[in-house]
């Protein structure tokens, strides 16, 4: 079983729609949350990024974390095309390693 | 913002040749860097751990002696992969963070990507 589990999709959704990015850990050791944007041919960008359950709003961006089900999810309100890109989760503990998911492409068509 | 270059960001070798990747962070003094691989539509998978003066700490199945890392300074690590074979065709991505215990503070490199003839 991979610690990290996240559909790769992809995901295609028009400009304006919801979206929901989500994935789900094995060890609840891990305390540290967060959700990467990549452009093609990029390196990432930290998009969110929290330690607790609950929810946390940047923008149009909310992350949200469920410790008891071990699961978490990136919402975006208001999709632009230029948010098209892939989406990884990664979670860590205290060592500072980062485990990420495989990623899920998101494609926001005009 | 903290800022990390890489380069080459694209490198074309022949077999058997070694190649360095440069990682570099420009506004900040990077106490730890990492460095990832990353093939098509894969993860970004963790090869190591760097330390500014010490050895870097490799994740296993990660041959040191094939991928050599090197940390001189507070602003610099290169990783040399010696030998390279087309298998090691992929995109390399470090980052950096001034606290090696805060996994927030990883800023990352644009990538560099290889190909091996």
């Known amino acids: 079983q991979k610690e990290v589990e996240q559909d790769p999709g992809p995901l295609s959704v028009p400009e304006g729609a919801i979206v929901s990015l989500n994935c789900t850990y094995s060890?609840?050791?891990?305390?540290?949350f967060m959700w990467y944007r990549q452009y093609s041919r990029k390196g990432p960008e930290l998009l969110m990024y929290?330690?607790?359950?609950g929810n946390k709003e940047d923008g149009r961006f909310t992350a949200q974390v469920d410790k008891s089900s071990k699961y978490i999810s990136l919402f975006i309100r208001d999709s632009q095309p230029s948010d098209s890109a892939t989406y990884l989760c990664?979670?860590?503990?205290?060592?500072?390693?980062?485990?990420f998911g495989q990623g899920t492409t998101l494609q926001v068509k005009p | 913002g903290a800022v990390v270059s890489q380069h080459p960001s694209r490198v074309i070798c022949k077999s058997g040749t070694s190649v360095k990747i440069e990682c570099r962070s420009l506004d900040f003094q990077a106490t730890t860097m990492f460095w990832y691989r990353q093939f098509p539509k894969q993860s970004l998978m963790l090869m190591a751990t760097?330390?500014?003066?010490?050895?870097?700490?490799?994740e296993q199945g990660v041959e040191k002696d094939k991928f050599l890392i090197n940390h001189a300074s507070l602003t610099l690590s290169t990783l040399t992969v010696t030998s390279a074979h087309p298998e090691d065709s992929s995109f390399y991505i470090c980052?950096?963070?001034?606290?090696?215990?805060?996994?927030?503070?990883?800023?990352f490199g644009p990538g560099t990507r290889l190909l091996v003839l």
């Open positions: 929290t330690y607790s359950s």
């Open positions: 760097s330390n500014e003066g010490s050895k870097a700490t490799y």
């Open positions: 990664a979670i860590a503990g205290n060592t500072g390693k980062l485990i």
């Open positions: 980052s950096a963070s001034r606290d090696s215990h805060t996994s927030e503070t990883q800023y």
């Open positions: 060890n609840s050791a891990f305390q540290y």
